[in-house]
C-alpha cells in the first residue's frame, strides 16, 4: 500500500490493483470498476485504501488534517455498496479489522494522540463518583450484514501513581477478533473486551497488564 495526500493504491489479496485519486471527487478504481464519492466538505489531508483478508470489502480512509478521521467499506459483491461508514469521528490514528467471515467490521480510533499522560495534571472530565478520567480511544463496531453500528468510549481513571509506567508506546489499537471478543494494543499491554462491547469500558492504570471495568 502507498498513500499520499492525493492518491493511494494497494493489492487485494486476489491480486486485483485498487487505487483512490483525490480531485473534485474521491475516485476508487479496482480492477476496471470506479465508484466516486463527493470530496469531503472539512477538508481532506491524506486518504488511505487497503482490503479485508478476503478481498470483498475495499475500505477507503481519509483524514481532515484537523485531527478527525473518516472511513467506508465497499463491498465488491455489491456494486461497491457502503456498508459501513463514519463521517469524520474525532481522533487520530485509526487501525481497522474484520472478523472470521468478515460479518463485522471494526474502526479503533485513538482520541490522544500523544504523550496521554500530559492530560493528568488538569483531566478534562470526572465520572459519577468524582474520579478523574481521559477518553484514550474510541472503538466503532459495525455488523455488515444486519447494518447496525455500535460505538463504544475507551476511558482510563487517572491514578496518582500512573508516572512510573510512563513509557512511550505507539498509539494505534490495532483491533483484532478472538474468538467472541475483541482485542486492543492499549498503552499499557492488550485487552480482550468480550462481545457485545458496552457503551464505555474504564481502565486502571495497572503496573504490568490491563485491567478493564
Known amino acids: 500500500m502507498t498513500d ?4 493511494a493504491t494497494c493489492t487485494l489479496t486476489d491480486g486485483v490493483p485498487a487505487r483512490v485519486d483525490v480531485g473534485d471527487l474521491l475516485t476508487v478504481t479496482v480492477g476496471g470498476a470506479v465508484v466516486a ?12 485504501l487497503s482490503g479485508s483478508p478476503s478481498g470483498r470489502y475495499v475500505v477507503l480512509q481519509h483524514s481532515s ?8 467499506v465497499l463491498d465488491r459483491n455489491a456494486r461497491f455498496e457502503t456498508v459501513a461508514k463514519a463521517e469524520y469521528v474525532y481522533g487520530e490514528g485509526n487501525t481497522v479489522g474484520f472478523s472470521d467471515g468478515e460479518r463485522l467490521f471494526v474502526a479503533a480510533i485513538p482520541t490522544v494522540c500523544f504523550n496521554w499522560w500530559d492530560l493528568f495534571d488538569e483531566p ?7 474520579r478523574a478520567f481521559v477518553e484514550v480511544g474510541r472503538v466503532l463496531v459495525h ?27 505507539a498509539s494505534e489499537l490495532r483491533p483484532s477478533f478472538a474468538e467472541s471478543a475483541l482485542e486492543l494494543d492499549m498503552p499499557w499491554g492488550k485487552e480482550v473486551l ?11 492504570p ?3 497488564s490491563g485491567s478493564a471495568s
Open 37 to 48: 464519492f463527493p470530496y469531503p466538505d472539512r477538508g481532506l489531508a491524506w486518504v488511505d
Open 194 to 204: 468480550a462481545f457485545p462491547v458496552r457503551d464505555v469500558v474504564w481502565f486502571r
Open 206 to 208: 495497572p503496573a504490568e
Open 143 to 169: 455488523d455488515i450484514r444486519a447494518r447496525t453500528r455500535a460505538s463504544t468510549s475507551l476511558r482510563v481513571w487517572t491514578e496518582d501513581d500512573w508516572s512510573e509506567h510512563r513509557q512511550p508506546y
Open 65 to 72: 488534517g484537523q485531527g478527525e478521521e473518516s472511513y467506508r
Open 124 to 130: 478534562a472530565e470526572v465520572d459519577v463518583a468524582g
Open 4 to 7: 499520499h495526500e492525493d492518491f
